[in-house]
């Protein structure tokens, strides 16, 4: 029974606190956008518009929900529904601080690859559900894209398992906490494997330069063309948390999660993580978005061996050289 | 490898443009200063002895090209002013909503009737607005601040350059009569 009382208070704090940060993170980005494009942003719906996704939102509820007369119902509902919960999933077992986790998975990382990889699946729901040519290749491309860059993305987060010697995502904070953050020491798999994550990052979330599955000159908007009201907005959503949750998977592996100085662990965790969310932003707003074959090019010409061979780094380190670390 | 330094370069660009002040201007709060033959809309004029100056003579009728003017003629009476007989329009109707603001009509004015106005902040939330019957537009003559030309001034513009006995100093006198200074937008 306490067991259901725990889940569920962190399941309604987790949600919440996601949703919080998410609205302020869509404030954020538009203001960081029109920063760099030196514009002023949106600034007329509360002090400094910070009530501007608030009214987004409301908008957006206000919509008729428009169903494809050939869509396919069951599955057209499911997939947006689909795709935030699995985009909120993986907060479950995130370590916010050294005593606030939701679920403290021995196989945490694990869970995080598998519910991200998930994603593609609702994605690809709608794409199929939604009876449009656009949205199918939208889905598509997504798969393609998905297969692609799960395969870097899950060896480069195996470089801290494989140092830190454990699945658990907390396992791996905790270390670091110990030692050092991964992406500083040893640097050699560190480094390299910290960048290639927050690369396969961008292409897990669909953002710029890999947004492909939803290029606008190319398939009007992907995945969500038919979809209106509540349920894009539920896409939208997924799409931001799944940046949030990734920004801050990559911090707990790879920065030390929840582990600094002076400030509380909390403070440190969500400082980091809104670093890697904003850069994340940062580059959406500056490239150009990759051809479908470059993007496929890249990944298994470069990013794929380069990822094999910092695995191979991080087990001949750990298990030739255990006073490196 | 020049794919890496360009993206790197695009990064650097936008991280410099965060730090640089907005070049926003916050239209409806701050308004750029706008030129002196800024033009929005119309306005008919009336005499200093408050007479109406409009005779009807139909030119800018005829020369607008999107035919957005129509005239209905009064026939020709005595000036209540002047005692002379002269022509009136019994109405004046302006369609804005397919006006192209080519201010052509008001070239071709012989009496200055018709004119532009500067007053640009009243966007219309029904299409009979942007209709300006005679009414409105002798009301826009004391509503509305008006443009700098006039038809005088435009025809004088396109006038041929004077001979000039030195032909040297034909270029000076081909010069069109400096428009005024850029005026101040209004409020």
Avoid at chain 1, 23 to 43: D, H, I, N
Avoid at chain 1, 235 to 240: C, I, N, Q, R, V
Avoid at chain 2, 61 to 82: F, G, H, L, Y
Avoid at chain 2, 151 to 166: H, I, S, V
């Amino acid at each position: 029974m306490s067991a259901l009382w725990h889940g569920a208070l962190y399941g309604v704090a987790i949600v919440s606190v996601m949703l919080a940060i998410t609205a302020v993170g869509l404030w954020f980005e538009r203001k960081f956008a029109a920063r760099m494009q030196t514009r002023v942003g949106p600034s007329l719906v509360g002090p400094a518009g910070l009530l501007q996704p608030i009214a987004d939102v409301v908008k957006l509820l206000q919509k008729e929900d428009i169903v494809p007369a050939q869509a396919d119902r069951p599955l057209f509902d499911l997939a947006p529904v689909l795709a935030a919960l699995c985009a909120i999933g993986v907060a479950a077992v995130l370590p916010l601080s050294p005593d606030v986790i939701a679920a403290d998975l021995d196989v945490g990382l694990l869970y995080v690859l598998a519910l991200g990889a998930l994603t593609t699946i609702a994605i690809f729901l709608a794409g199929w559900a939604s009876n449009n040519k656009f949205a199918l290749l939208g889905g598509m491309r997504s798969i393609a894209q998905a297969i692609s860059y799960e395969v870097p993305m899950v060896l480069a987060a195996m470089v801290p398992a494989i140092l830190a010697g454990s699945l658990s995502i907390s396992d791996i904070v905790r270390w670091q906490a110990d030692h050092h953050m991964f992406a500083l020491w040893p640097i050699v798999p560190g480094l390299p494997a910290f960048l290639l994550f927050f690369l396969a990052l961008l292409a897990e979330s669909n953002r710029i330069p890999f947004d492909i599955p939803e290029a606008e000159s190319e398939l009007v908007a992907g995945v969500t063309t038919e979809y209106t009201g509540m349920k894009f907005t539920l896409f939208y959503l997924a799409e931001y948390v799944h940046t949030l949750v990734g920004s801050a998977v990559a911090s707990a592996l790879f920065l030390g999660g929840w582990d600094g100085p002076v400030a509380p662990g909390l403070h440190w965790m969500v400082a980091k993580t809104l670093v890697l969310f904003a850069a994340v932003y940062w580059v959406r707003w500056s490239l150009l978005r990759f051809r479908s074959d470059q993007l496929l090019a890249m990944c298994w010409r470069w990013l794929v061996p380069l990822s094999v061979l910092l695995v191979l780094a991080a087990a001949v380190l750990v298990q030739l050289f255990p006073g490196v670390l | 490898m020049r794919h890496l330094r360009d993206a790197l370069r695009a990064l650097a660009t936008t991280l410099r443009n965060v730090f640089r002040p907005a070049v926003t201007v916050r239209f409806p709060a701050e308004i750029r200063q706008r030129p002196a033959r800024y033009r929005t809309s119309f306005a008919l004029l009336h005499d200093e002895h408050g007479e109406e100056l409009c005779i009807g003579c139909l030119q800018c009728e005829r020369i607008c090209p999107s035919q957005v003017i129509a005239i209905t003629q009064a026939p020709k009476r005595e000036s209540k002013v002047t005692g002379k007989k002269r022509g009136y329009a019994e109405d004046f109707v302006l369609d804005t909503s397919a006006c192209i603001f080519c201010e052509l009509c008001v070239q071709v004015c012989p009496t200055d009737a018709i004119v532009m106005t500067r007053e640009p902040d009243a966007p219309t939330f029904a299409r009979e607005d942007l209709v300006l019957t005679m009414e409105r537009l002798y009301a826009n003559e004391k509503a509305k601040p008006p443009s700098w030309a006039n038809g005088t001034r435009l025809m004088g513009m396109q006038e041929a350059p004077k001979e000039e006995k030195k032909p040297k100093e034909k270029a000076k006198a081909a010069a069109p009569a400096p428009e005024p200074a850029v005026q101040e937008a209004a409020k």
